[in-house]
């Protein structure tokens, strides 16, 4: 294949690090090597060079070959401007909010993370819309949600990457770990649910760790102020600047992992509100966790019930199943080894050979 000229674009990526980011990322650090790579930002994002190390620090990526950039997107960016600057890439790569703009680029991807409400409305909305030939998606379950809601195929199922000669298990702890970011509202990681069912369990010598960054905003802060004073006089530990080194270590340490988001949802009615993928899991599995998980969404798809993990329904549920894996330890064991050998279905070099038959489908 030839040297491509490739354009990413994540709405999120100045001020989120979640998933999403950790995917558009990823893509850059696969593609960096054989082709020529630019993320762009929104014109006022501060600090480029910041946000680079940044980025290479939290996920340990390198992006070293990868040009960060500002360019006319974002609500105040100007089309004009925005279409000739896509005109000079070969294939220009959104990670979409869910909006969508006219992109000039020879080749247009939009990758899908959350499977939100129909975007398509007015006519200005379709129009847009005309360049993304090419969609795909971060599961199964967005794909199906996506072409359910939207009425448009999704080609592609590209799941994102854990590697793990990074995450692999240590020397086990009683530990239960949940990873996601604090916030409100959307797909909320539902920590008060995890901090109240672990108070139910009653265990002496085990500890709850939640490990996230914080989202921006005042309601985000109160949201983590209020989950402190939930869990105060619990082994409980909410840690919100966590390094990434800091963060491989806990999940090494960990032996059962914990995840929430979407308890109380309609997966079918509001299929943003669940997890559509659920990478932190993967994570946890190629560490040595158990994964102990809510049976919806993306959630339902990394993991065989009963074998390399557990997945819960009702509150009773997360409980009986977290106390049978405690009360055995032969049982934990070897749920923790099958959970290992599953993670490495998402290895680093799967992730970039898939990106690499996207490029290749479209582009050849």
């Not at 294949?1 to 979640?18: A, D, E, F």
């Not at 997107?73 to 790569?93: A, E, Q």
């Not at 854990?162 to 990681?189: M, Q, T």
């Not at 049982?331 to 070099?349: D, I, N, P, T, V």
């Amino acid at each position: 294949m030839k040297r491509l000229r490739i354009g990413l674009y994540s709405p999120y990526l100045s001020h989120h690090l979640g998933g999403g980011e950790r995917y558009i990322l990823t893509v850059a650090s696969c593609a960096q090597n054989d082709h020529d790579v630019t993320i762009f930002f929104d014109e006022n994002t501060k600090d480029l060079e910041i946000h680079k190390k940044r980025h290479e620090h939290i996920f340990d990526l390198d992006l070293s070959k990868t040009r960060y950039e500002h360019g006319p997107f974002g609500r105040r960016g100007n089309w004009f401007y925005r279409y000739f600057l896509t005109r000079k890439f070969d294939v220009f790569y959104y990670l979409t909010d869910g909006s969508f703009f006219f992109s000039g680029a020879q080749f247009n991807i939009a990758h899908i993370q959350i499977p939100l409400s129909n975007p398509f409305t007015t006519f200005s909305q379709k129009l847009k819309f005309l360049p993304w030939k090419v969609r795909v998606a971060n599961s199964q379950f967005t794909k199906n949600a996506v072409e359910r809601t939207w009425r448009i195929p999704v080609q592609y199922v590209h799941y994102g990457r854990c590697d793990s000669n990074v995450f692999h298990p240590g020397k086990k702890e009683d530990i239960i770990l949940s990873v996601g970011r604090f916030f409100v509202g959307g797909h909320n990681k539902k920590h008060d649910i995890l901090i109240e069912s672990f108070k139910k369990l009653n265990v002496r010598g085990w500890r709850l760790i939640l490990i996230g960054h914080v989202d921006p905003g005042r309601e985000n802060r109160g949201y983590v102020e209020r989950l402190r004073t939930m869990a105060k006089g619990y082994p409980i530990e909410i840690e919100t600047d966590t390094s990434f080194q800091e963060l491989v270590d806990t999940y090494g340490r960990a032996n059962i992992y914990w995840h929430a988001a979407g308890f109380g949802e309609d997966e079918v009615k509001h299929p943003e509100r669940v997890e559509h993928m659920g990478l932190t899991t993967v994570e946890a599995m190629a560490s040595g966790c158990v994964p102990v998980v809510i049976c919806k969404g993306g959630q339902k798809e990394l993991i065989n019930d009963n074998d390399d993990g557990f997945l819960w329904d009702s509150i009773d549920d997360l409980l009986e199943k977290t106390q049978l894996l405690m009360r055995d330890a032969a049982r934990m064991k070897m749920m923790q080894e099958k959970a290992r050998k599953k993670s490495l279905q998402f290895s680093a070099e799967g992730f970039c050979a898939q990106f690499q038959k996207i490029l290749e489908d479209i582009v050849l």
